[in-house]
């Protein structure tokens, strides 16, 4: 089987219930900064007519919190509405870690490469023209991996 270069973990999500109280809770016992929040897709945009959800056309919203921490980032993701793989995280599991990401030159390439489905994708907020992808890997990794294009 040929391996497939992954390169460095960039982010840690956690899904959470409150992605501000989460961040907050972050921030206030470590040395860290305020966390970037966000509402996706933002108001006004198109992100939202790029997002999937099972192969399907996705019709959900989402609050992201995001700390910088150096080399990795800490994402708290906070379901809003609509069908998305956080609202289900959290029925299943309740709150905690859900991914690692990872940037790649082709997310696509790589679920096709690993005969695995893209479970939900869509546009970036903070950096235009990316796009990401959560592939369905919990059963040959044992969690899910999402890959955002590279810069």
């Not at 859900?98 to 970036?124: C, M």
């Amino acid at each position: 089987m040929k391996k497939i270069e992954l390169g460095s973990v960039v982010q840690v999500g956690i899904v959470v219930r409150d992605a501000r109280a989460a961040a907050k809770a972050w921030t206030e016992r470590f040395a860290m900064e305020p966390a970037q929040v966000v509402d996706w897709p933002p108001e006004g945009s198109d992100l939202d007519a790029q997002s999937t959800f099972r192969g399907q056309p996705g019709n959900f919203r989402m609050r992201l919190a995001f700390i910088e921490t150096g080399a990795v980032q800490i994402e708290f993701i906070e379901p809003l509405e609509g069908d998305n793989i956080y609202s289900e995280f959290l029925d299943e599991r309740g709150e905690g870690l859900h991914h690692l990401l990872f940037r790649v030159p082709d997310p696509e390439g790589v679920a096709q490469e690993l005969k695995v489905d893209i479970i939900q994708s869509g546009g970036s907020t903070l950096d235009p023209g990316a796009v990401w992808a959560y592939l369905d890997t919990e059963e040959i990794l044992g969690s899910i991996i999402e890959l955002k294009t590279k810069r």
